[in-house]
């Protein structure tokens, strides 16, 4: 077989053994479950939040605040992750009033970049 095809058939077989393994891609953390729920109204307060990721989270520089409408911090300044579960962070709350709260989060994906958002939910009377 000349050499001109075995070098051809080698390229060929890199590229498909290329294409064909599974790729660890490392993307930005997507919040894709909170409890409460993103503009819930709830009929009881919550004794935490719990927010979930697409993808585990790195352990360090985790935030998770929640602030009420008068713009005081009502959690317990307690965010911890799971031990079991890297896309989780939970934050225990004192006792809620009703009213809106907002929660605001911050936490850095696997590849190292940092994200951050915010939703509200409702605690009626």
């Given amino acids: 077989m000349p050499k001109s095809h075995i070098t051809t058939i ?3 077989g ?3 053994t290329a294409l064909l393994s599974p790729v660890s891609a490392l993307a930005h953390a997507i919040l ?3 409890q409460p729920a993103k503009d819930e109204e709830v009929k009881e307060a919550p004794k935490q939040v719990d927010l979930w990721f ?3 989270v790195r352990s360090e520089y985790k935030a998770l605040a929640v602030i ?3 713009g005081k911090r009502v959690d317990n300044h307690d965010v911890e992750q799971s031990l079991t579960d890297g896309s989780h962070i939970h934050a225990t709350v ?3 009033a ?3 709260y907002t929660v605001r989060y911050r936490v850095v994906s696997e590849d190292t970049h ?3 958002g915010k939703f509200d939910f409702t605690v009626k009377p």
């Fill in 10 to 12: 080698i390229k060929a």
């Fill in 94 to 96: 004192a006792n809620l």
């Fill in 54 to 56: 697409n993808d585990p």
């Fill in 98 to 100: 009703p009213g809106k």
């Fill in 68 to 70: 009420d409408a008068a």
């Fill in 14 to 16: 890199l590229m498909a």
């Fill in 32 to 34: 894709v479950k909170s």
């Fill in 114 to 116: 940092i994200v951050t």
